[in-house]
């Protein structure tokens, strides 16, 4: 065997404890959340068929699904012509019939329609795990990353864009994150569309507005020129991106009936939710097509990062698997960009590493018998502790690497008084407690 | 887009949510105890370099790795020659760099020698994830499937296996489940091979007595006649193998140094394991090459189903990444086998998948308004609740599908006086409560 240098392929990270820890913490707080309000959580596989994936995100999202080789004499079936021309694609389809997973709204589609007879609706489900793309690795940017969704499918009432709306603002309101929660409505940008007379244009107009944030307004301005728009459908579109509140945009849109009913549905939301953290702005577009409703991004103030959550409500996921047409409305959160605004902003609390209550060194190696039995005592106490097994001289590396919170050594005074020393690792103090005494002070 | 009918990749799964909380149930019992013996936890992605990979499995393995197809025009560069012959082996190693990770253990191995400066030791750690081989499915054998390892890497000392057995026990013991833990030091199995003449057929020996739970005694003699035993050689192998206890084996290894270490060593440990649970069997051999010293295997009692844990200790985990020789011991759950088990025995907790405390029903449209208010009330005091959003005539469909404790329908009397019809879903008893009576009754 010959020996190789460890490393990892692009794009792909290790975590150490440390970064699990805090992980998660993050998983767990939604996690809680979502419980709360009744949603559940389901699991799917790494990989789907590439037949169930592909065509889903476009061909830009084809192209950076990451494709698994079928097993065996993968080659033997393959086309001659493909093969001596080289046709990459014509032979991708003859060898390979899977694709890890590039989202969770798609694995929860097919779910959906797959398990339809076993789930009750409407379904509230949450779902946590790596995707896949392979993307050009950057900062920031990863091959395998995680996603955080929860989906409300197969219910109409928008009672359930107020409860996730909530529960963003519980989510980090729990994280200790100041966040800006900003909302619009996809019907308003339809009905911006018709205003300015090109509604056949609404989904080129929508992306070029998405962009606003990276590229400013006349960056969007230019992008609009590049969709043929006359200067004044362009000055419209503006004058409908420049209203500030739903009263000014209700004016421009009187006759307008999809405009009313998005300034509907976004009043009924926010005539339940008076939180200054949440606010309609009408430059916000998001990227994906199959939005129909609400859409949200949250942004983290002060701090320099992109969204950090979206979302939205969606007419048809389940269609393309021969669903019936089953409505919904979800938000994804973005594990990475909110991992790194609360290391950048310390929002991890202290003691989300915290190692066991108790380290145990013993002097000498015929003591670790005694050591054994007492950490025995505690373990069945259910106090964490652990005896050190390393290196002598590091045994404070590693009670301090640990956040171990005290700390015991064992001699021959200790084994015959059984009276120990126990120093708090934080304050330095030291008392002098027998087992008994130790127990006590421990028990939850 | 066409219509797709939803399916999976053979050998994967799906999981509601019901099977997710109970999955979610035994992984956390499993965690929680390793955390009070200051196991900490690691991630790693799911894909690594194939050259970290292949080799480490023997030929068997490399064969079910999946592989992942580079991306982009990935035959471009491939050699005409090996196209042309239809050389799957020499095309893949021009058209795939990736693969998914086979086990927890390589990975391990990978991460220490990479990670080496960051990390304490010794080095415990668990970590727990999906892992992927390209094996036939069949009943209990999945291409996807979740391993729970956990091992102690850079320490000599046997009091890591004495807690790694304590473990075990208290793993088993928490999720109420009856086991045995057989124990055996491969050292032992050495001396066998010494004692038979045949000491350079250690491994061949090994793997043959592993099989003796599948193909019982006549069918390990079968194996080690066809290896070119003698019969002498066999029926001292037997002699061996029929020893119940360490004094038996002791007189047998009389003059051998490590049986008798193997002996010592088994002695240490189970003088500080006094548990009618955990017994010595010497035909225990485990099927992986690595290991050197202690082995274990965990079987179910009261029901028919292989190995649920197996482990070992091993000398040489990081040398095949050029790290300094660092031995460890560790052990590794099969969870798609606990699951069965624990189903099969009905062992699950009935509160798993325990939905919210309560579920609000508003009888008109109109009372939806008034509901929110009250259920915003018992969010805001920690309490789990949900509002029905679907079909009138499904709601107690969809409460008992939940597990959802209470159930309250809300009606123009409720909101006039103020007082719930409260219904408990289990005895289907019903108290009359305000909402401050309600919060008081479910405020952790």
């Known amino acids: 065997m010959t020996k190789i240098k460890p490393s990892l392929p692009k794009g792909t990270r290790d975590f150490l404890p440390q970064q699990v820890a805090r992980r998660k913490y993050i998983f767990n707080t939604i996690r809680d959340v979502f419980e709360k309000y009744g949603f559940v959580e389901i699991e799917t596989p790494a990989f789907e068929r590439l037949e169930t994936l592909t065509g889903k995100y476009g061909e830009e999202g084809d192209r950076l699904l990451f494709k698994i080789l079928n097993s065996g004499d993968f080659l033997s079936k393959v086309s001659t012509e493909n093969l001596t021309t080289k046709n990459s694609a014509g032979v991708l389809k003859e060898i390979a019939e899977k694709g890890l997973r590039y989202d969770l709204t798609v694995p929860l589609a097919r779910y959906v329609v797959q398990h339809q007879s076993e789930l009750v609706f409407p379904f509230k489900r949450y779902h946590v795990g790596p995707v896949w793309r392979a993307d050009k690795p950057q900062k920031g940017r990863y091959q395998e990353f995680f996603q955080f969704d929860a989906d409300v499918i197969g219910a109409d009432s928008l009672l359930n864009d107020v409860e996730l709306t909530m529960i963003l603002l519980e989510v980090y309101h729990c994280l200790g994150m100041d966040v800006s929660i900003k909302m619009n ?260």
């Open 185 to 444: 409505n996809r019907k308003l940008l339809e009905a911006l569309s018709i205003y300015a007379g090109c509604p056949d244009k609404l989904m080129e107009i929508t992306v070029a507005i998405d962009k606003l944030d990276k590229i400013g307004a006349e960056g969007v301005n230019d992008e609009l020129q590049k969709l043929s728009l006359t200067s004044d459908q362009i000055s419209k579109i503006n004058e409908i991106l420049n209203c500030k509140d739903l009263s000014a945009l209700s004016i421009k849109f009187t006759n307008d009936t999809i405009g009313q009913k998005g300034i509907e549905e976004l009043n009924y939301i926010f005539s339940k939710i008076k939180d200054s953290h949440v606010g309609f702005d009408i430059t916000l577009a998001r990227g994906l097509t199959y939005y129909t409703g609400t859409i949200w991004e949250v942004l983290a103030n002060n701090v320099v990062m992109g969204s950090i959550t979206g979302g939205g409500r969606y007419d048809n996921l389940t269609e393309m698997f021969g669903g019936q047409n089953m409505s919904g409305v979800g938000i994804s959160f973005g594990i990475e960009r909110i991992y790194d605004v609360m290391e950048e902003l310390n929002l991890f609390p202290d003691d989300i590493s915290k190692g066991v209550d108790i380290l145990f060194v013993a002097r000498e190696e015929r003591l670790i018998d005694f050591v054994f039995e007492q950490v025995s005592q505690l373990r069945e106490a259910n106090i964490s502790c652990e005896i050190y097994t390393g290196h002598p001289k590091k045994k404070f590396n590693y009670a301090e690497a640990k956040q171990i919170g005290f700390f015991i050594e064992v001699g021959d005074d200790e084994k015959s008084s059984g009276i120990f020393r126990i120093k708090n690792m934080n304050t330095r103090e030291e008392e002098k407690l027998s087992i008994i005494d130790i127990i006590t002070k421990f028990k939850k």
